[in-house]
């Protein structure tokens, strides 16, 4: 992470925050339609299907098909998958949890966000876990401030989970995002407190918790893209695009936390 310098990162201001925020409420607001997709019996590939003409229709065009030949119009992954899944004919069934990732590019901007929805009856474990990704994504947010170090906010997410015996994914990271979808600088789940870069306002990151339930190794499928984990156990994905300005963290994703109440007001047994 040290590597990158803050020089590096791109700094944004005015009209350029605007197009970026733009950008990221479209992307937001398709994926909220989109998730209310996900249900019992609808295949991957439906699912994939509707976000297309949902992008279609908001004038914009997906950031993730073609990019370096993804076929997909959106990511989503079921269960063990931990991003980059390819929808298809898989069918969702009762019990799955769906990570539903959409990036779009919007009038020279990028929108980029993800949640994880679950289905029916999940295990009680499943939902701690997903309540448990939301949470460190809202404990790394908190840092995203000026004059704060990257290092710190990165290192906020795997310090969250490990309280929960989860764990946190180390081969796809986060990353900064404005013109492009990726930018400088990465963005990991995990770190060292204090180490640079500072952050500035006027940058803006796609922070990405991905969280495991078992072990945090992973492999890639056979179609190159799909990320799994490797003992099979499910992972979670949430994502916001955040703005760094002279006061509180500004989500230009922003929606309603699936589970405000974090992960002690879950019950105990199986939902």
């Not at 076929?71 to 931990?82: K, R």
């Not at 009856?121 to 499943?126: F, G, I, S």
């Not at 081969?171 to 204090?194: A, D, I, M, S, T």
């Not at 760094?244 to 109440?261: A, K, N, Q, W, Y």
């Amino acid at each position: 992470m040290g590597f990158f310098s803050a020089n590096k990162i791109p700094v944004r201001h005015g009209s350029q925050q605007d197009g970026i925020r733009r950008a990221c409420g479209v992307a937001r607001d398709i994926l909220l339609k989109t998730a209310e997709q996900v249900r019992q019996g609808a295949t991957t590939k439906e699912v994939d299907r509707f976000a297309a003409a949902e992008i279609k229709a908001r004038n914009c065009t997906s950031a993730f098909l073609g990019y370096r030949n993804f076929p997909g119009n959106i990511c989503i992954s079921i269960n063990e998958e931990i991003v980059h899944g390819i929808g298809g004919p898989r069918v969702i069934q009762d019990g799955d949890v769906v990570k539903v990732d959409i990036g779009v590019a919007y009038e020279g901007w990028i929108g980029d966000n993800a949640l994880t929805v679950p289905v029916g009856n999940v295990a009680a474990e499943t939902m701690r876990l997903l309540a448990a990704t939301e949470e460190s994504l809202y404990a790394a947010i908190s840092h995203a401030r000026d004059g704060e170090m990257l290092g710190t906010l990165c290192a906020s997410v795997e310090e969250h989970v490990l309280q929960y015996g989860f764990t946190v994914v180390r081969e796809f990271v986060g990353h900064g995002v404005g013109r492009k979808l990726h930018e400088e600088p990465q963005v990991p789940n995990f770190g060292k407190r204090g180490e640079r870069p500072r952050l500035k306002a006027g940058m803006t990151l796609a922070i990405e918790p991905m969280v495991n339930l078992g072990t945090a190794k992973t492999r890639i499928l056979a179609d190159k893209w799909t990320a799994i984990t490797q003992d099979r156990k499910p992972s979670a994905h949430y994502e916001h695009v955040v703005l760094i300005t002279t006061g509180e963290p500004e989500i230009l994703t922003l929606r309603d936390r699936m589970f405000p109440l974090g992960v002690a007001s879950l019950p105990a047994g199986v939902p």
